[in-house]
């Protein structure tokens, strides 16, 4: 009798896992959605609803890493954006110390560090945020290190170097690609 009861306890334990990843994947997805459509509110809520079901899914710290470095650039507050982008920066680094070894996930941060050093989505370098570049610039540094031999994700760093005008930065990453694989310098158009 007692197996029986710790088989069932067991066994609903087991679905309501399973039940509780499901939903998480649910709500990650309709919060990505939401992202697509600029309902960055409504998408944090989804964000916030699939880290209570799964909190140890690095996509889902990314996900909203996202959202709320999004909401950093279209907010008209300075106080505002300061505090949205100290969260997404303590996402990144959460999702990443979940799995320090998923290059998926180091890969995919790249282009939301772009993001967190920029004051407003003109385009434009003149106008950086200086605490969030340097950071963007340490993550970079450590993508280069842990990962020299991956010529997608220096790639994808000298891209956005070259877009926050990080010149002499650049120029090293650029070396480090010409020595991997020469031929990128003659079609890839980040690397020119």
Do not use: C, H
Not at 12 to 28: E, G, P, R, T
Not at 47 to 56: G, I, R, S, T, V
Not at 116 to 122: F, H, I, M, V
Request: glycine share 4%; charged share 25%; aromatic share 14%.
């Amino acid at each position: 009798t007692i197996l029986i009861v710790m088989m069932l306890v067991i066994y609903f334990m087991l679905i309501k896992s399973f039940v509780s990843l499901y939903y998480a994947d649910m709500y990650y997805t309709q919060s990505r959605d939401l992202v697509g459509d600029v309902k960055f509110s409504d998408a944090l809520k989804f964000a916030n609803k699939a880290l209570e079901q799964n909190p140890l899914e690095p996509a889902y710290y990314r996900g909203r890493a996202k959202i709320l470095t999004l909401s950093a650039l279209y907010s008209l507050k300075e106080e505002d954006r300061l505090s949205l982008k100290k969260v997404a920066f303590e996402d990144l680094q959460r999702a990443f110390k979940l799995n320090t070894g998923n290059l998926a996930t180091v890969r995919n941060s790249i282009p939301l560090y772009y993001y967190l050093s920029l004051k407003t989505l003109d385009g434009s370098n003149s106008d950086l945020d200086q605490e969030y570049l340097q950071k963007t610039k340490g993550f970079f540094d450590f993508i280069k290190k842990e990962y020299p031999n991956d010529v997608g994700a220096l790639v994808d760093v000298a891209k956005y170097q070259k877009k926050l005008g990080l010149t002499k930065d650049f120029n090293i990453t650029l070396k480090i690609i010409a020595d991997l694989r020469p031929d990128l310098l003659d079609w890839n158009e980040d690397l020119r």
